[in-house]
């Protein structure tokens, strides 16, 4: 920034009026203005009018999401399984697992491979035969059941125990080994695809998350946020925890992948380490902020929670409860034996682990046949495994048979083909649901498609359906799971818990009341209501308008999922978890940027509009002046046609001279105006306006060096009016003026706004007059006064001034019209004004005696020349001067003065004589104290005080009249001057004569006229009248010498009192002409 | 532990940034109708001249993702008011001087504002002359005062953006106002704007202005 260009911005303090500090940088942005309103395009207003336009640039888009789970439990050469399960959908046993969610004769399976091609595979006993580490164990031939390759938009795989999370030097390892992830990125990327692209990768210790994109998906992913947290040893270590990713879709719709592996264990203390797991999970992740579809940043990074989808998939290790582990086993391994061939190695083995427990679990059964009857505990029909879990399981809670007897029941009944009866009853006792539905975990809105397949967990690796033959014989549990959850899932769950609350309060208030049955009404009423009974699950009844799928994404967009595919695929040996995957439908409203880009272009072209439109404007109207009153005057007074500006004509001292500005709000909405600062520049000075304009707004004033002045609002039709006063009456500004120093020209700036400004030119005509001139200059002056020499001036006052800045800044400028010039022998002003003085003094004081001569002695008032000895010029008897009359009355004498007109008659004449006197005695004192010369100047007056020093350390002590001789002999030097201080001590004289008695009665009997030089000599002497005199005549002499004798400056106050009385003395001299006898 | 992916192709969110632009040149060279053409598309055969400093504002869109807001000062080209155009020009981001191709006298006054702007105004101000009235010489080439090779010479050695434009065929006008837009520093201005619904608009604190001129990186910065 270049040096002088830095301004310093005003200091708060200075800000009164108007609304904020951005307010008095004059162009500076207006930002406190309309920021409520509609029609500013800012940045959010622009966002939002976008967003409420964005079915227009949004396009529904319908994609695949397969979502797998894997525990490999570190099982060398399980990478090798990846593809042909995950990507081309084999390895599930149709036998032992429920294919499809919905009804098989929906049409959306366009792609479901023909079950024609099944029969090609390979069978069991070969596909275990052939098991190694180093290769693929899924059956050859395998079409693959469920959709795969290029009909997936997003393959999110979800690995647990990718390397061996039991191992010290795996959960010490400060860094993940990228070989570890590398081996499965490898094994996907060699399936999928040409064009698919990894999106998202995470890895903590044995969790592994990668999520793959198709081409035409991945082009709309944007904002991918992954995290993980560690909740295993010590709460934080990595080998439990969860990996998760965020991503959005087509810049509308956020999408959340949790991989996790919870805490393992079959106790109790187990089980609520799991729940914890979780809950820290949902604690603990946190995502990158993200830019919204309007554009905004967000402070700070979104939750769990705060997704449209959310997939919770992995290795969440719940068990089956309350169940013998042995029974299960048992139980499943006669659905699964049906795989093989007897007389293969697996089919041996499950016999002989069936033949072992079947004695003693038929022995338990027939004891509780007698106890139980068959019908109540009757399982459900099939067809109810379509549902959704949650109803099934609210549907378990009056099933409190005891446990066992439903599985034995099922060995007896030894119809293993109805694996869907075996898998509900054993559904009852698993953990997760029983959590879920306890609110212990997983509760709030996370749903779980049907389970159709068998547990998961755990087998001989190598096997198809060989449950842990080791010494632990692991009970099967469903580990593994797929779990989603929608926003408005999440929703509804909240919307529930928020009626339960309310419900309990209500209760509590009830029951606080004494009315303690209305409680237990209410439970037998929930006791009657049996959601499973009434057929659809309740939470459906809150969706009133908004369709059954739809689910409104977190920026209204409306989307919509469906789950398709939810299944294990037993059929992969390779570890002694087996795999599972679900396949979701998901539409989302894909943002296409070049409909948005064109609404975009649209929407800020309708703000700007609207802005430019409703901003306000003002039309200001200069009121103009007619010249009626003051016609008079030679020079025309009405404004030049050429100005556009405020022209306040001709201006002269002391006289006021007003203007009017019209505001009008010629807008559509609220205006509001002000005054404001304008830079010093060439013809303005700093400040609101010149120092030289008085200016109201609207009646307020306005000082106007303030730096903001009152602003006005005007609604629209509405109009203020500002006045601009101008009244030279500083004899600072007078002088300026009158030497060109300074010009009545200068621009105000009125601002609206939010609006634009107005520059509002002011311009007068400076009138130059009498005060502040030497004597020199002043007998220079032609009749007809000063007033006729500026007009005969080439240009008038501008042009003059002009010269003189460029002459140069001499102070005396030259005043000389161009020829002969006649000289007066002493300045005519000063002539007219003392005789005017005296004269008018005489006839005030012969009024007085007049008027006052009769009263009676008691109501005797003193004249004020008997209460002030140096009247009229005292200021103590110029009461009124401060009024506006009186500044008005000096103003057109002081005009009179100029135009060498009579004085008296300029003043209006209702102004009572003795203001009139003391008016024109106010003059006076101004004219000798602003002469620059002085009637006495400096220079005479060294040689006066010389000549009196000598004086008075002369022997003899010189006469009065020598003395005056002496002075005077000083002052003939200079005509003019001579003349000028008898004008003034001849009237001074005179006044004093008037004013006291003994003066007066003489005077009264040598008329003589006025203003000639007059000569008098004393008579008696009566000693009262001689003080009154001579007190008169000493506050006189005091009172004009400090006027008529000019000095240097003296320093200290007593040297400054010594040189007054000084001049006063000298003054005397004069005034006591008639004594020197 | 959790490695990062980053899309490529686009950078992420939208990018909003406002800038004060002020017009300044001799009266009568089309400065208002300029502005006039760029906010509303119209021309106007007989405009009164501008008493004061016209106030409006308008929005381009540089691409899908980057829109900038002008807050446009037209200021009145009038001798007279010369002394007050220091209010308009200090704060500015951006200025557009113009002269008139058919007057060659227009063109020092033009030179002698950008001298101004170059030593008073914001010194990272972006500066573009404009030669108006391209009109009047398509219609008859002998009118043109101006060589186009002139003035383009003096703006390439004083660092300005230069078009002749014509508001009334309005050519050039939008490429001039889309020409300066492009040298602004959005990046710098819209990170400062874009905290929030509450923030300030970018690009007009003074104060913060060494700090945003002093980052290098211009507008399309990604940070994959």
């Not at chain 2, 492009?182 to 710098?188: C, S, T, Y």
Request: aromatic fraction near 6%; glycine fraction near 8%; charge should be negative.
């Amino acid at each position: 920034m270049a040096g002088e260009g830095t301004r310093a911005r005003p200091p708060s303090t200075s800000v009164s009026t108007t609304s904020s500090l951005m307010q008095d940088v004059p162009g500076a942005f207006q930002a406190s203005v309309n920021t409520s309103g509609p029609d500013r395009s800012d940045f959010v207003s622009l966002s939002q009018a976008i967003h409420a336009r964005r079915s227009e640039y949004v396009r529904p888009k319908h994609i695949r999401i397969k979502v797998g789970s894997w525990n490999v439990a570190a099982y060398k050469g399980a990478e090798k399984d990846v593809g042909g399960w995950f990507v081309q959908g084999m390895g599930v046993a149709e036998a032992l697992a429920g294919l499809k969610v919905t009804d098989q004769t929906q049409v959306h399976g366009e792609n479901i491979p023909q079950q024609a091609g099944l029969d090609d595979r390979e069978d069991v006993a070969s596909q275990e035969a052939r098991y190694h580490k180093k290769q693929s164990t899924l059956p050859r031939n395998d079409p693959g059941s469920i959709p795969g390759d290029s009909d997936i938009g997003l393959y999110v795989l979800a690995l647990q125990e990718v390397v061996d999370i039991n191992s010290v030097s795996e959960a010490l390892r400060p860094y993940t080994d990228p070989s570890v992830a590398n081996k499965w990125k490898d094994a996907m990327s060699a399936s999928l695809p040409p064009g698919y692209s990894l999106i998202a990768e995470s890895q903590l210790i044995g969790m592994l998350l990668l999520i793959y994109a198709s081409p035409d998906v991945a082009k709309d992913v944007q904002s991918v946020s992954t995290t993980s947290v560690g909740t295993g040893i010590a709460g934080y270590m990595g080998n439990k925890g969860a990996v998760t990713a965020r991503i959005v879709l087509g810049d509308t719709t956020r999408l959340v992948f949790i991989d996790s592996h919870l805490s393992a264990g079959t106790d109790k203390g187990a089980l609520e380490r799991r729940n914890w797991d979780a809950a820290q999970v949902v604690a603990r992740t946190k995502f990158e902020p993200i830019k919204d579809s309007m554009g905004l940043n967000q402070s700070s990074g979104e939750q769990i929670g705060d997704e449209d989808f959310a997939f919770w998939c992995g290795d969440l290790n719940y068990r089956l409860e309350g169940i013998p582990g042995d029974d299960v086993r048992r139980l499943l391994m006669l659905h699964t034996r049906n795989e093989y061939d007897l007389s293969q190695r697996s089919a041996r083995k499950i016999e002989s682990e069936l033949r072992s427990a079947t004695e003693a679990v038929k022995h338990r059964v027939e004891d509780r046949l007698s106890v139980y009857s068959n019908g109540s505990s009757t399982p459900s029909s099939p067809a109810r495994s379509a549902h959704d879990v949650r109803s099934s399981i609210d549907s378990r809670t009056s099933t409190d048979t005891p446990p066992t007897t439903i599985v034995d029941e099922l060995a007896v009944s030894d119809d293993p083909t109805s694996l869907q009866t075996t898998l509900l009853s054993l559904l009852p006792h698993d953990e997760l649901h029983q959590q879920m539905k306890l609110r212990a975990a997983f509760y709030d809105g996370w749903r779980e498609g049907p389970i159709n397949f068998l547990p998961t967990y755990k087998y001989d690796a190598g096997s198809v359906g060989v449950f842990d033959s080791s010494e632990k014989k692991r009970a099967p549990s469903w580990c593994d799971r797929i779990l989603y959850r929608t926003r408005r899932d999440r929703l509804t769950y909240e919307t529930k818990i928020q009626e339960e609350d309310d419900a309990k309060r209500k209760d509590d208030q009830m029951r606080a009341s004494g009315l303690d049955h209305a409680g237990n009404d209410e439970e037998i009423l929930y006791e009657l209501y049996d959601p499973e009974a009434d057929g659809v699950g309740e939470e459906y009844d809150e969706y009133d308008e908004a369709g059954e799928n739809v689910v409104v994404t977190k920026e209204g967009f409306e989307d919509s999922i469906e789950l398709e595919y939810y299944t294990a695929h037993q059929r992969v040996l390779s570890s002694d978890h087996k795999p599972l995957d679900a396949v979701f439908k998901l539409k989302y409203d894909c943002v296409i940027p070049e409909l948005k880009a064109k609404v975009h272009a649209e929407v800020a072209k309708e703000l700007d509009k609207s802005e430019n439109e409703h901003r306000p404007s003002v039309t200001v109207v200069v009121d103009r002046h007619r010249s009626d009153s003051v016609a008079s005057e030679e020079n025309s007074d009405s404004d030049p046609a050429t100005f556009d500006g405020v022209y306040f004509g001709n201006v002269r001292y002391a006289t006021a001279r007003h203007r009017y500005l019209t505001i009008a709000n010629t807008g559509r909405v609220s205006a509001t105006f002000s005054f404001i600062e304008r830079p010093h520049g060439a013809n303005t000075s700093s400040g609101l306006a010149p120092k030289w304009i008085n200016l109201k707004l609207a009646d307020m004033p306005s000082a106007s060096s303030s730096k903001a002045s009152q602003s006005v609002t005007l609604e629209p039709g509405d109009t203020a009016s500002a006045e601009l006063e101008v009244r030279i009456f500083d004899m600072h500004t007078m002088h300026a003026l009158n030497e060109g120093l300074q010009e009545l020209d200068d621009i105000l700036v009125l601002r609206v706004e939010g609006g634009r400004d107005h520059f509002i030119p002011v311009k007068g005509c400076w009138l130059e007059n009498t005060l502040g001139k030497s004597i020199n200059r002043l007998v220079k002056i032609p009749e007809g006064g000063i007033r006729k020499l500026q007009r005969q001036k080439p240009g008038g006052s501008s042009s003059r001034s002009k010269s003189v800045r460029e002459g140069g800044a001499s102070r005396e400028r030259s005043v000389s019209p161009p020829q002969s010039l006649q000289v007066s022998s002493a300045p005519r002003e000063l002539y007219k004004l003392t005789t005017a003085i005296e004269e008018l003094a005489g006839r005030v004081v012969a009024e007085w005696e007049m008027t006052h001569s009769s009263e009676e002695v008691g109501a005797y008032v003193l004249a004020p020349w008997q209460t002030h000895p140096a009247w009229p010029f005292d200021q103590q008897c110029w009461t009124e001067r401060n009024g506006m009359q009186w500044q008005d009355a000096l103003g057109e004498v002081s005009n009179a003065l100029d135009c060498d007109e009579p004085l008296e008659q300029s003043l209006p004449p209702e102004l009572p004589k003795m203001q009139r006197l003391y008016v024109l005695a106010n003059l006076l004192m101004l004219f000798l104290e602003h002469m620059s010369d002085g009637i006495i100047t400096a220079s005479q007056w060294t040689e006066i005080k010389a000549l009196m020093t000598e004086t008075e350390t002369s022997k003899r002590k010189p006469s009065l009249e020598e003395q005056r001789t002496a002075v005077q002999d000083i002052l003939a030097q200079q005509p003019s001057h001579n003349i000028s201080l008898i004008f003034v001590t001849s009237m001074l004289e005179r006044i004093i004569a008037e004013t006291t008695p003994t003066k007066r009665q003489k005077d009264d009997l040598v008329k003589k006229p006025a203003g000639t030089l007059r000569r008098f000599t004393g008579l008696g002497k009566l000693s009262a009248e001689v003080a009154e005199e001579e007190s008169s005549l000493l506050a006189m002499a005091r009172m004009f010498a400090e006027v008529v004798i000019r000095s240097e400056k003296v320093g200290s106050e007593k040297a400054r009192i010594a040189v007054a009385r000084r001049k006063a003395e000298v003054l005397v001299l004069f005034l006591r002409r008639g004594e020197g006898g | 532990m959790a490695a990062r992916m980053q899309q490529g192709g686009r950078p992420g969110g939208a990018r909003f940034a406002q800038f004060k632009l002020v017009l300044l040149g001799e009266s009568a060279v089309g400065k208002s109708s300029l502005v006039l053409r760029f906010v509303k598309d119209q021309f106007d055969d007989y405009r009164e001249s501008t008493i004061g400093a016209a106030f409006l504002t308008q929005t381009i869109a540089l691409d899908d993702q980057t829109t900038v807001k002008f807050e446009i000062w037209d200021t009145a080209g009038q001798e007279r008011y010369k002394s007050l155009a220091p209010m308009y020009y200090r704060n500015a981001n951006c200025a557009v001087v113009v002269y008139d191709i058919t007057q060659a006298s227009s063109l020092d006054k033009a030179k002698s504002w950008v001298k101004e702007l170059q030593r008073q105004a914001n010194e990272n101000i972006i500066i573009a002359l404009a030669g108006n009235k391209a009109d009047l010489v398509a219609e008859q080439p002998d009118k043109r005062a101006v060589q186009t090779a002139d003035a383009e010479a003096y703006a390439r050695e004083s660092n300005l953006l230069f078009f002749e434009t014509s508001a009334k065929t309005a050519e050039n006008v939008k490429e001039l106002f889309t020409a300066i837009a492009k040298k602004l520093p959005i990046e710098q201005a819209s990170q400062r704007g874009m905290r929030g619904p509450a923030g300030r608009p970018g690009g007009v604190d003074l104060g913060n202005r060494q700090e945003a001129g002093g980052a290098a990186g211009g507008p399309g910065g990604c940070n994959c």
